[in-house]
């Protein structure tokens, strides 16, 4: 590893450091028992096995959508429409179990795939849409996210909804196509594998493959890319396809894994909470899961900390802005990063004289 | 019955309500477009500036101190991205988000904070911007129904559009923000700081943000809910792109978007399915967003003769 | 001299544009119904005329960007699979042929020297044994180490029989490296010149100040 990966790595855990320091100074400000509610955010997930199982039940939709954001990232197009593929897969999950009858394992497969397949559809109209009317990606995914908020919203009210059941909840999806939990006394699904597989996929798929090569480079520079004999706009609209599969996939394995009903009536913020994944783990799927346990953690210490101090959710919000902000300027320790930079060079040019 | 109710003035009078948080935020969107930088914190600005509008206009007792200190803090949100985006170096739109994601934290934390109160402001004693009718114009026939009778910022809105305008194309500081866009080495060649200038522009596109945010919670409702700028900073955006980034073609895409969420209200309460009468202001957004870089894109096509 | 319509006639021959009436023909084949990749394949290098633009993506390392014009052949990869070993083998190979100054093919092209930039883009042009190069500028602005190192290549492309446009300000360059010489003047072609021993500087210059002109060649274009 050499030292600018180092610098990196340094600059990251700083950013956190001091976005965790602001957030902390808030608490300060506003909660009459602040340094209880700091003990509960930063430990609060260690006093028991329950508590520590929801940090990994988090994790699983944030690794999902940190691996799809960083697949369409790596093209280099700002596709926003991943909260809303991640929503619609949630839908079609709960739709195609409700109406298929099909055997165990199977089951689940085939619902995963289809939530996959439609969240597929949600990033793809932007994609498409640019590449036939040359629109702008960032404002027509930010659309579909609302398009397919309130799409599903009547879907669950006139087509799903359980009148039996007392609050606007679909009805129960068949055990037969629920994800079984791991460990007992947690709520740990099976959808844990399935995450940590689609993060070694997109690893492999990113920097393994052709199609993942060929992304990257048409990320990193798109003439080159198109100068070099890449289909740029072939790739792009790949990268936004199997991001948004993984989005969807996110989505329908989040419901079969955490509820039995489609309850989401207001956007959940994966795609949101997927910036800031992406922006820790480097746009790297290996590095997702780590991101994706760090925001987990700090969320449910937050949920912790507010049952039982007067401290609210929101804090981590707040705190999420905050590491986005000082990670990606790149000005935060430039100095220093120039500094080892130009040492490096200098280093490597006195060992090429030597020889 | 629904043709009735689209022509009919009451329904333009709402359009035009409905317009206003839009334009303010779509004028912020060309101001700072202009200069050569995408303003995608409109949605937070808005979001900030709602909650502020009506803890300063509590704090004050007067809507209209409220409404210049919360006009204070957007200017200051502009100022804090440019410092992001321009010092710091940090991506325009990853700062934008990371700002809207600290604005739907910080709301609700400090409507908590401020008045004890969750969702909704109900305990704050805001005051708002008033309607108001024009002693003249509410005589003409028709359109004396469609503009009198609106909140006085609703005016404003439309004053804004013929100031931006007057702005960016006749004044040297516009000229500036326009060189600076048009072509940022062109514009440093000549002397012309482009830094200075984006800051100021950003500064001011969010100062004009946060009139649509306080219009928000301060005369269209008259209490601040969470998360109520509902994708109005992300709509601005297309609108001001669409409206080719100046004043006038945002106000008329604006009006546009306006009217989409008009008649959603309308159809609302009607025998419509309300979800997806929701869905209208986006739909609209979408598909005019498609036909608008449809269209340019053919135009382009043909100037240069492929 | 530059802004006579090099640039588009150089687009037009490495199709990255297709924007253009007439006929272009490689090997025998209208140029047009191909694509870049196609072209590539047949055997066309591209040495651009802006190496940061076009030719090399400046945040990924030496092997990325060596590789961007034959990743996809078999012997680098499988259906779905990059060969990374063969391709890892292959790039230190090239560094050492191409004499490239740098620690390891892992690092980032942004850091190397412009003049070891270009060489890097020259080893990926030409280690896939192009038939046909067309070569933009491809020594300017380098030291003159590299520079000397690359018209040397050029010339034994040149010896073994593979045809080069070269495109040049340098007019040493052009006429140390040239068998045959044309001059670009507002778009058209204003002398060619089979002979160039003979040619003197004052000689181009004149036809690249348009004051002298060959009428013609009013409207030729050179087949490949």
């Known amino acids: ?49 329950r508590r520590f199982g929801n940090v990994i039940e988090a994790m699983i939709p944030l690794i999902f959508t940190g691996v799809g954001i960083s697949i369409m990232f790596a093209a280099n197009e700002i596709n926003l429409a991943g ?19 099909l055997p165990p394992v199977i089951s689940p497969i085939a619902t995963i795939l289809i939530a996959g397949l439609c969240g597929m559809i949600v990033t793809g109209i932007p994609a498409l849409m ?104 072939k790739i792009t609209l790949v990268s936004q396809l199997f991001g948004g599969a993984i989005f969807g996939i996110g989505g329908g394995v989040e419901l079969l894994g955490m509820y039995n009903r489609f309850t989401w009536t207001s956007l959940l913020g994966y795609g949101w909470d997927a910036i800031i994944i992406t922006t820790l783990a480097k746009k790297n799927p290996i590095y997702v899961p780590l991101a ?26 707040i705190t999420q802005g905050i590491i986005i902000l000082l990670v990606v300027a790149e000005q935060f320790l430039s100095k220093y990063k120039h500094k ?13 004289e030597g020889e | 019955m629904i043709i009735e109710a689209v022509f009919s003035p009451e329904f333009l009078n709402a359009t035009l309500r409905a317009t206003t948080p839009i334009l303010f935020a779509a004028l912020a969107s060309c101001i700072a477009s202009k200069s050569g930088v995408i303003n995608m914190a409109l949605e937070g600005i808005m979001l900030f500036t709602a909650l502020f509008g009506v803890i300063f206009s509590a704090a004050f007792q007067s809507a209209w101190l409220g409404l210049l200190a919360t006009m204070a803090v957007g200017g200051f949100i502009g100022f804090f991205l440019a410092f992001f985006v321009l010092r710091l ?166 009006l546009l978007f306006g009217a989409a969420q008009a008649l959603s209200n309308i159809l609302q309460l009607g025998a419509w399915p309300h979800e997806l009468v929701q869905m209208l202001p986006y739909v609209t957004t979408l598909i005019g967003l498609g036909i608008y870089s449809y269209s340019r894109m053919k135009k382009r096509q043909r100037l240069t003769g492929k | 001299m530059e802004g006579n319509g090099q640039g588009q006639l150089v687009e037009v021959l ?41 030719g090399c993506a400046r945040n990924m390392n030496i092997m990325d960007n060596i590789f961007t014009n034959q990743y996809h052949k078999t012997e680098y990869s499988g259906k779905v699979l990059l060969k990374n070993r063969k391709i890892e083998n292959r790039v230190n190979e090239l560094i050492k042929e191409y004499r490239v100054k740098t620690k390891s093919y892992r690092q980032s092209v942004g850091m190397l020297s412009g003049g070891n930039i270009q060489k890097v883009v020259v080893a990926r042009e030409f280690s896939t044994s192009p038939a046909i ?43 140390e490296l040239s068998d045959r010489l044309a001059v670009i003047y507002k778009g058209q072609f204003s002398g060619v010149f089979n002979n160039v021993k003979n040619v003197t500087e004052v000689e181009l210059g004149k036809y690249m100040l348009g004051i002298k002109k060959d009428d013609r060649l009013e409207g030729i274009i050179y087949e490949q």
């Open chain 3, 14 to 54: 490495t199709g990255l544009s297709k924007k253009y009436k007439g006929q272009i023909k490689v090997f025998d084949q209208d140029a047009k119904k191909y694509s870049i990749r196609e072209l590539r394949d047949l055997g066309m290098a591209h040495i651009p005329e802006d190496r940061m633009t076009y």
């Open chain 1, 130 to 233: 640019k590449i036939k009317t040359e629109s702008d990606v960032l404002v027509s995914s930010l659309m579909m996210n609302y398009l397919v908020l309130y799409f599903s919203t009547y879907v669950l009210s006139n087509i799903l909804r359980d009148p039996a059941a007392g609050a606007v909840v679909s009805f129960a999806v068949p055990s037969v196509t629920q994800l079984g939990t791991i460990f007992n006394g947690t709520r740990i699904h099976v959808g844990l594998f399935i995450a940590l597989a689609a993060a070694a996929i997109g690893y492999i798929f990113l920097y393994k493959t052709k199609l993942g090569y060929e992304i990257r480079v048409t990320g990193e520079n798109r003439e080159f890319a198109r100068y070099s004999g890449i289909n740029v706009v």
């Open chain 2, 89 to 254: 170096k940090t991506d325009e739109i990853l700062a934008a988000i990371a700002i809207n994601l600290i604005a739907n934290g910080a709301t609700i934390l400090i409507l908590l904070y401020v008045s004890g109160d969750r969702g909704i402001s109900s305990s704050i004693p805001s005051l708002i911007i008033p309607r108001v009718t024009l002693p003249i114009i509410k005589d003409i026939p028709f359109l004396g129904q469609v503009l009198s009778n609106q909140n006085i910022l609703t005016y404003v809105s439309l004053i804004m559009v013929a100031v931006v305008h007057i702005f960016l194309y006749r004044t040297p500081l516009g000229l500036k923000i326009r060189a600076v866009g048009e072509n940022k080495d062109a514009a440093e060649s000549v002397g012309i700081s482009s830094d200075k200038i984006r800051y100021i522009s950003l500064t001011l596109s969010g100062v004009l943000a946060s009139m649509g945010g306080f219009f928000l919670s301060g005369g269209y409702m008259t209490k601040f809910t969470i998360g109520m700028s509902a994708g109005r900073g992300f709509i601005a955006l297309a609108a001001g792109a669409m409206g080719g980034n100046t004043p006038i073609g945002s106000f008329l895409v604006s």
């Open chain 1, 292 to 317: 994706a346990f760090f925001l987990a953690y700090l969320r449910t210490g937050a949920s912790i900390m507010s049952r039982s101090t007067d401290v609210v959710t929101e804090i981590v919000t």
């Open chain 3, 133 to 175: 190069i067309i070569a933009n500028q491809p020594t300017r602005g380098i030291d003159v180490g590299a520079a000397s190192f690359i018209r040397q290549r050029i010339l034994d492309f040149r010896d073994s029989g593979c045809a080069i446009i070269l495109i040049s300000a340098d007019l040493n360059e052009v006429l």
């Open chain 1, 83 to 101: 909260e809303g593929a991640f929503h619609l897969g949630g839908l079609a999950a709960t739709y195609f179990a409700l109406n298929t009858a």
């Open chain 1, 340 to 352: 080892i930079i130009s040492k490096e060079a200098k280093a490597a040019l006195v060992e090429k």
């Open chain 1, 1 to 49: 590893m050499n030292s600018s990966t180092k610098l990196n790595i340094l600059r990251t855990l700083l950013a956190v450091f001091i976005a965790l320091l602001i957030s902390f100074g808030i608490i300060f400000l506003t909660s009459d028992e602040p340094v209880k509610a700091i003990v509960q955010l930063l430990t609060g997930p260690l006093q028991s096995q």
